[in-house]
């Protein structure tokens, strides 16, 4: 707010004014509300750090989670965010008030856009006493895309009854929920006022039960829901138990299956070594049969070249030992031709032709 060149800003409450400090940033966009509301549900609900602490080390973290995620460039101080707040916080509890009263009203033949118009006129016109006794008048609320943030929270839920309202007639209160003039409301048959959209009676709500019954009624709702939540928490630990044996069971079935193919594999890599040693083996076999024979008849050709020349040597110019060394080989090669035919005879089963 500026006076004169001088600025100033609402208190913590709400209400009042105070030196706002030199430079001051420009008003709040629905970006930075909705970035301050986030920042309170976050700060507020972090369990690993309790509410014994000052306002100082409370506002500082708010402080610190607001500046980590504000994209606008905008340095927000302190006492500004507590300032933002305390409107956001107030004005979005009574909002929630006036909704939960549009909500009692139930007006027949209306859409949402009426109930909206509805809430937006009994906020309007609700007035209020500050702290230091000074009437507020209502205004229009514009925070929704706060209290679409907030809603879901327990602080800001519908309220129960109109009390949360700080209407100033607690037992009997008439609220107009539009502008037009005041209309005299239709009777029913039996002489009871009906409700209407222009004008609704408001009575007391019903006293609430007592605290013993009502600590009663807590401790069979607990008993109830903790005999409940034992049950499921059963039920979801044999599901899940169930679930995970199916799982370990199929990957044991998968396990196997890969076990027993790489072992074919292993087997058929084996026997495919096996063959390949056996062809490698009888290849060798194949080669030293060759350079046998090959080497066998190498040494019949020497042999029958040797028996041909020596049963044709001319032995005229020979002396008497040389003719009888020849005679004497010769015998010996007839000796062993003779018997050679033998075997092949008695193989072949033909008795000896007088050899």
Same mark, same amino acid.
């Given at each position: ?236 630990? =044999?599901?899940? #138990?169930? $679930?995970? &044996? +199916?799982? *370990?069971?199929?990957?044991?079935? %998968?396990?196997? /299956?890969? @076990? ?18 056996? =062809?490698?083996? #009888?290849? $060798?076999? &194949? +080669?030293? *049969?060759?350079?046998?024979?090959? %080497?066998?008849? /190498?040494? @019949? ?55």
């Amino acid at each position: 707010m500026h006076f004169q060149d001088h600025e100033f800003e609402v208190d913590e409450e709400g209400e009042g004014i105070v030196d706002a400090p030199k430079g001051r940033a420009g008003n709040y966009t629905n970006t930075d509300d909705i970035l301050l509301c986030n920042t309170w549900l976050q700060v507020s609900r972090n369990p690993s750090v309790g509410g014994d602490q000052s306002r100082d080390a409370y506002w500082n973290r708010m402080k610190e989670h607001f500046d980590d995620r504000n994209m606008s460039g905008i340095d927000r101080s302190n006492r500004s965010l507590r300032s933002r707040w305390s409107t956001i916080n107030s004005d979005c509890q009574r909002w929630a008030a006036c909704q939960k009263a549009v909500d009692k009203l139930n007006p027949s033949g209306t859409n949402e856009d009426d109930r909206y118009n509805f809430t937006q006129n009994l906020f309007k016109k609700e007035e209020r006493k500050t702290k230091k006794g000074k009437i507020k008048k209502g205004r229009v609320f514009t925070l929704p895309h706060c209290y679409d943030v907030l809603k879901d929270d327990e602080k800001w839920k519908k309220r129960e009854d109109l009390d949360d309202l700080h209407l100033s007639d607690k037992r009997k209160r008439t609220i107009k929920l539009d502008d037009d003039d005041d209309e005299d409301d239709a009777s029913s048959d039996d002489g009871k006022r009906s409700p209407t959209p222009n004008s609704v009676s408001y009575s007391k709500p019903k006293r609430p039960d007592g605290c013993k019954k009502d600590k009663t009624e807590k401790k069979k709702r607990k008993g109830d829901n903790e005999l409940k939540n034992a049950m499921e928490a059963i039920v979801k630990a =044999r599901k899940e #138990a169930n $679930e995970v &044996r +199916k799982m *370990a069971r199929t990957q044991d079935a %998968v396990a196997e /299956e890969r @076990r027993l193919a790489a072992e074919e594999r292993r087997v058929a890599a084996e026997e495919r070594k096996v063959a390949l040693e056996e =062809r490698r083996v #009888a290849a $060798e076999e &194949r +080669k030293v *049969a060759l350079k046998e024979r090959k %080497v066998s008849n /190498e040494e @019949r050709t020497r042999l029958l070249e040797w028996e041909k020349h020596l049963f044709f040597l001319d032995t005229t110019n020979l002396n008497a030992a040389q003719k009888e060394y020849v005679n004497l080989a010769q015998q010996e090669v007839l000796i062993q031709k003779r018997a050679m035919l033998r075997i092949i005879l008695q193989k072949k089963g033909i008795a000896n032709w007088g050899l």
